[in-house]
Structures are given as structure tokens and as C-alpha cells.
């Protein structure tokens, strides 16, 4: 470990090289990726085995998603008052048994808990494979690790289905979990060597009743959705769950207003290019994710086929992203953020509007090229984003700035299925003409419900408006491991811990 400099900060250290501690978080990355989606499609397996209702084997998922979401701000708080190497690896740890626990369980509740132990480790990846780039990395090479980390996002996305059906196929659902297992044992000491010790100072203030806040305000929130979505927006679970919420968030507002060490300085709110990027996250991932849960229903329900043709026409979006991801986070070092972001959402949403005006009762051919569309706009607003809120940010709020951009961004992926999934629940009921003018097809509600996502979209791109732009630079020379970017090099290029602006 490097000694302490003149202001009692100790710098990172590790004897790697930038390509070693990259490979470390894509793998880590990758893996949390492949988890959940090869999870999500052995369910009804799980379902029959356990026999346990839907609702019941809903919190699998649902289990997952809350601590998931709950966790990540949380570690990326905890980021910023100790080192990344033993968090992440203490995260990787969690994850790991977790999945043991899961592949062992012999009820539906001990699975549960053991989702439950796995989202309370993974949640450290995301968020601390962020905070990793956005700490160590030097400005011009921070969207280029971005993008390779968020093209592992897309092979995960896309190589799971596949791999879970047949996995579970040829020895069963608790296959899955072992094999996580054993990528997690292997990636654990490998992460431990390459990634930085950045303990920041001796002061390991933590404000837990700001964090507990915080935690409530998104827990409960995510809670009143897939409550909203299972009985009703109307129920008690759903409305109180948030009420509950609005109260928590109020507290956490008042808390980090008056509390002598906040949980996060109140000057990360008022940072508009922060919270401009917050919002095209949530956005952006809500449209996303509705996406990718409105297709196979719209194949299997209005084209009446199988699942593995709802997986190919996801392919050519993952595909996208994968591929796409690395060369706009290069794109947004070279040329700034604004312009990746506004083409992808300009894609995205064109390509929305293609799938509600088109694609909703068309041959899946026609749904997958919407999807391209979808895949090939996110992989281009997707990393730039994430970029350009590092940008906004002074080192010393790294770790929890991102680590609230990401929980916001899961929160989005979490609230978009239900949303728009109760908005076509309900255009089905009522059996109206679809809202689309352009429409002549046998799916209004489906095109409806494209609609929603073109309008969300449209959201995040009056929000991209306000992104701040980013120093435009080539990326940093050099072989060995980065260095820590000077905390006073962060606030000069961020306008300091006020209003901290990059333009």
C-alpha cells in the first residue's frame, strides 16, 4: 500500500495493469449478468419442483431485484470509506455463497433467502465496478472502460437464456447455481491482486441511519411497483408501500441536511449534471428492460410461438450491445458525452415508435429488427451516461454518487415492467383502438404499450439536455496500473463540491 500524501489520502496501489484490473470487472459484471438471466427463465421449473404458486415463486425474482437495488448505493457509499479490493472481493464472497445456498435449498424459502444472500453480494459489483473506472482510471480512458464493461452486460444478456434452458435441460435448475459458484471462486482471488487498495482516509464516518433512509425510500418503492403489478395499484401493499416510501426519501432529505457527516453531501443533488444523468439512466434502462419483457409476451400471446423464437428475436438487440458498447464509450472520451447519448436515445426511441407503429402483431422478423434498433440506441446512450456522471462527480463522493446512479438506474429496469406491463394489462381489458394513428394491426394494446416506452424515452432525452459536457481528451499513455486521479484534479475539472459542472 502506497503511504499516506500530504492530506492523509493514500492512493491506489496494485502491481497489475489496467488490462488485468478491466478483465476482472467485465468478468464480474459479466457473471452478476448471466445470473439473472439464466435464473429468469428456469422459474416455471422451479415453480413445478417447489409447487408453489406464481405469486410465490414470484419473489425469486422479486427478491433479488429489492436487495439488489437496495444494496448498490449502500456499497457505494462504503467504497469511499474503504478499499475497493476488499469490498469487492467481501461482495464476490456474498455472491458466492449465496448461489451454494440457492443450489442446496430444499424449499421455495431457503431459495428465496439464498437470492436474497446473492443480491446482497452482487450488488457490490455493479456498483463498485463503476466506482473502480471512475477512481483509478484517467478521464480519457474512463468511457472506454465503461463500454467494455457494459458490452458484458449484452453478452450476458444474450448468452443466458440460452445457456439456462440448456443447462437445466441436461442436469436441472440447481446446475445453474453451482456453476456461479465456481465463476465467482475463480474470479474472487483474481480480484483481490488486481484491484486497488483506495482506502480515502482514517475517517470512516458512516451516517447508517441516512443509508437505512436511503435504502427505504428504494426498497419500498420497488416493492409498491411489483405490488402494483400483482394487486393492483389500488391495493393497500401498493399505494401504502409508497407512502412509506415518500416518507423515507423526505427523512433522507432531511437527514443529509442536517446530519454532521451525511450519509452524501446535499450538494450531489444540486449537481444538475448529475442528477440530469440519474434521470436518463432510469429512463433509458426502464425502456430497455419493458422491452425486453413486452416481446416474448407479445410473441408467445399474439404470434402464438414458442419461447425460443422470443429468444432469437432478443438476440439481435444483445448482439448490439455487446458489440457497440465498447465504441461508444470510446466515442464519449473523444468527442464528449452529449453526442453518443443523444443518438442513442434518438435511436431508441425511433425505434420504439417502430415497434408500436409497425412490429406489435407483425412477424418476429420485423419485432427483432426493432429490437436492434433498441440494443444498438441503449449501447450508445448506456456508457456515455455512466460517464458522464463519473464526470460530474469530486473523487471523494465516487463510490456513493455512482453507487445512487446505479441503484436508480436497477430501480428503472425494476419499474418498467410493471408499469407498462399494468398500462397493457389494462388497453387489453378495455379492448380500445390503439392510441397510434399509424396503427393497422391486430395488437393495439401491445402498440399501446410502446407508446408508454417511446414517452419515457422522450423523457430522458429533455433530460440529456442538461447533462454537462465532459473535457474532451485523448486517453492517458502509459502501460502500468492507473493511478488515482488526484482529488483535486476532480474538483478543479467539476467546478469543485459546489455546483460541480464540467463544461
Keep these: ?9 493514500k492512493e491506489a496501489s496494485s502491481g497489475g495493469s489496467t488490462r488485468l484490473l478491466l478483465a476482472v470487472l467485465i468478468s464480474a459484471v459479466f457473471v452478476s449478468v448471466l445470473n439473472s438471466s439464466m435464473v429468469n427463465v428456469v422459474v416455471p421449473s422451479i415453480q413445478e419442483e417447489f409447487g408453489a404458486s406464481e405469486g410465490q415463486v414470484g419473489w425469486v425474482i422479486t427478491g433479488y431485484l429489492l436487495v439488489y437495488a437496495v444494496g448498490i448505493p449502500l456499497y457505494g457509499r462504503v467504497s469511499d470509506l474503504f478499499s475497493l479490493r476488499w469490498t469487492f472481493c467481501l461482495g464476490l464472497l456474498v455472491f458466492a455463497a449465496g448461489s451454494l445456498f440457492c443450489a442446496l435449498a430444499p424449499n421455495l424459502l431457503l431459495l428465496v433467502f439464498g437470492r436474497i444472500l446473492q443480491a446482497a453480494g452482487g450488488a457490490a459489483i455493479p456498483a463498485l465496478a463503476t466506482a473502480s473506472v471512475a477512481k483509478v482510471l484517467a478521464p480519457g480512458d474512463r468511457g472506454t472502460a465503461l463500454g467494455l464493461i457494459f458490452s458484458s452486460v449484452g453478452i450476458g444478456a444474450a448468452v443466458g437464456p440460452v445457456l439456462g434452458g440448456v443447462v437445466e435441460t441436461v442436469a436441472g435448475w440447481q446446475a445453474l447455481f453451482y456453476g456461479t459458484l465456481l465463476l465467482a471462486l475463480i474470479v474472487i482471488p483474481i480480484a483481490f491482486r488486481e484491484l486497488p487498495h483506495t482506502e480515502r482516509s482514517d475517517d470512516r464516518s458512516f451516517d447508517l441511519p441516512g443509508g437505512v433512509l436511503l435504502a427505504l425510500a428504494a426498497g419500498l418503492f420497488l416493492f409498491g411497483i411489483t405490488q402494483g403489478e400483482v394487486a393492483g395499484f389500488d391495493s393497500a401493499s401498493s399505494w401504502g408501500s409508497f407512502v412509506g416510501s415518500a416518507l423515507a426519501a423526505a427523512g433522507f432529505t432531511r437527514r443529509i441536511t442536517t446530519a454532521p457527516h451525511p ?3 446535499p450538494n450531489l443533488f444540486r449537481n444538475t449534471g448529475f442528477v440530469a444523468a440519474v434521470v436518463v439512466g432510469f429512463f433509458s434502462m426502464l425502456a430497455n428492460v419493458s422491452c425486453l419483457v413486452i416481446i416474448p409476451l407479445l410473441i408467445s400471446t399474439v404470434n402464438e410461438l414458442p419461447s425460443s423464437a422470443a429468444a432469437l428475436a432478443l438476440t439481435p438487440g444483445a448482439i448490439a450491445l455487446a458489440i457497440l458498447s465498447p465504441f461508444a464509450g470510446r ?25 408500436s407503429t409497425f412490429a406489435a402483431g407483425a412477424s418476429p422478423i420485423v ?6 434498433g433498441v440494443g444498438a440506441g441503449f449501447a450508445f446512450a448506456n456508457s456515455p451516461t455512466t460517464n458522464a456522471a463519473a464526470a460530474a462527480l469530486p473523487r471523494a463522493e465516487a463510490g456513493v454518487g455512482l453507487g445512487i446512479f446505479q441503484g436508480i438506474f436497477f430501480l428503472g429496469g425494476g419499474t418498467g415492467p410493471a408499469v407498462v406491463g399494468t398500462f397493457l394489462a389494462a ?5 380500445a383502438d390503439a392510441l397510434n394513428p399509424l396503427y393497422t394491426l391486430n395488437a393495439a394494446a401491445f402498440s399501446d ?16 439536455l442538461k447533462l454537462h459536457e465532459t473535457n474532451k481528451q ?8 492507473p493511478e488515482a486521479v488526484p482529488a483535486e484534479e476532480t474538483e478543479n475539472r467539476t467546478g469543485g463540491k459546489g455546483d460541480q459542472r464540467t463544461s
Excluded: E, N, Q, Y
Design 449 to 464: 404499450a410502446f407508446l408508454v416506452i417511446a414517452v419515457a424515452l422522450t423523457l430522458a432525452f429533455a433530460a440529456s
Design 331 to 355: 466515442l464519449s472520451d473523444r468527442v464528449g458525452v452529449r453526442p453518443p447519448i443523444f443518438a442513442g436515445l434518438a435511436v431508441m426511441l425511433l425505434s420504439a415508435l417502430f415497434l
Design 474 to 481: 485523448p486517453p492517458a499513455k502509459g502501460t502500468g496500473h
Design 263 to 265: 450519509f452524501v453531501s
Design 427 to 431: 388497453r387489453r381489458a378495455a379492448g
Design 1 to 9: 500500500m502506497s503511504p499516506p500524501d500530504k492530506s492523509g489520502k
Design 367 to 372: 419485432v427483432s429488427a426493432g429490437m436492434l
